[in-house]
């Protein structure tokens, strides 16, 4: 069955950096869009950032551009977010999620999703 397993989570201090990993397993990973997505206590989930199947194309929350960065690596069937420069509003769990459609913001066409993976940031 398809699993994608998050993990690289952790409680940290404001401008601190973490890069959050993603295993996916079970599907063509190499033929699915993927993304990440984040929610807060008490907040709906949001979009955070994206990447085409191949790699090629890259999508941002305004929120995050310039201190998120996402890539793959399709020959581990893997997703990455590099978080610099955290500040305290980040604190959420995030999620990574598998998409066949190029719609890349809207949660409810990811297919595939984690359990998600803690991220807490203090000031």
């Known amino acids: 069955q398809v699993q994608l397993v998050e993990s690289g989570g952790g409680s940290v201090q404001a401008g601190d950096s973490l890069r959050l990993s993603c295993a996916a397993s079970?599907?063509?990973?190499?033929?699915?869009?993927a993304g990440w997505f984040r929610q807060a206590p008490g907040k709906e989930r949001e979009f955070v950032s994206a990447?085409?199947?191949?790699?090629?194309?890259?999508y941002y929350a305004d929120s995050v551009k310039g201190r998120f960065t996402i890539s793959r690596d399709n020959a581990r069937s893997s997703l990455y977010l590099q978080i610099d420069s955290l500040k305290p509003e980040d604190t959420a769990v995030y999620y990574c999620?598998?998409?066949?459609?190029?719609?890349?913001?809207?949660?409810?066409?990811?297919?595939?999703w984690g359990q998600g993976t803690q991220v807490t940031v203090s000031s």
């Open positions: 079970g599907l063509a990973w190499s033929n699915y869009h």
């Open positions: 990447i085409s199947a191949r790699g090629a194309n890259t």
């Open positions: 999620a598998a998409s066949s459609a190029a719609t890349f913001t809207t949660a409810n066409r990811y297919s595939y």
